[in-house]
């Protein structure tokens, strides 16, 4: 069974970068699609980006332009976050699945979770 590890989250300023790392192990992430998820203190899980294996990027319009997902090889994914700014504040998920296109944003979709890692943006 795949289990994910994120890290690299961390407390930055504002206009900051940061790599977060989603490491797979029992399997790789061949033929899935790779997804970034935050949740804020007090707020539902929402996405925040996804890979889909042939390479296909998706993102949510609040980080469009400053967060790009990748694949680093067989068995992990980066996602890199530029500018960063406090409404970044969350704890950042990677999840592994194969969701269709129009469910691709859908947590409920994706079969593995990371842990999480904190990222705090401060003014």
């Known amino acids: 069974q795949l289990q994910l590890a994120d890290a690299g989250g961390d407390t930055v300023q504002t206009g900051d970068s940061l790599r977060l790392s989603c490491a797979a192990s029992?399997?790789?992430?061949?033929?899935?699609?790779v997804a970034w998820f935050r949740q804020a203190p007090g707020k539902d899980r929402e996405f925040v980006a996804a890979?889909?294996?042939?390479?296909?990027t998706y993102y949510a319009d609040s980080v469009k332009g400053r967060f790009s997902v990748s694949r680093d090889k067989a068995s992990s994914a980066l996602l890199l976050m530029d500018r960063l700014k406090p409404d970044d504040t969350a704890v950042y998920y990677c999840a592994v699945g194969r969701p269709i296109l129009s469910a691709i944003r859908t947590a409920g979709m994706y079969y593995y979770w990371g842990q999480g890692t904190q990222v705090t943006v401060s003014s």
């Open positions: 029992g399997g790789t992430l061949d033929g899935y699609t």
């Open positions: 890979l889909k294996w042939r390479g296909n």
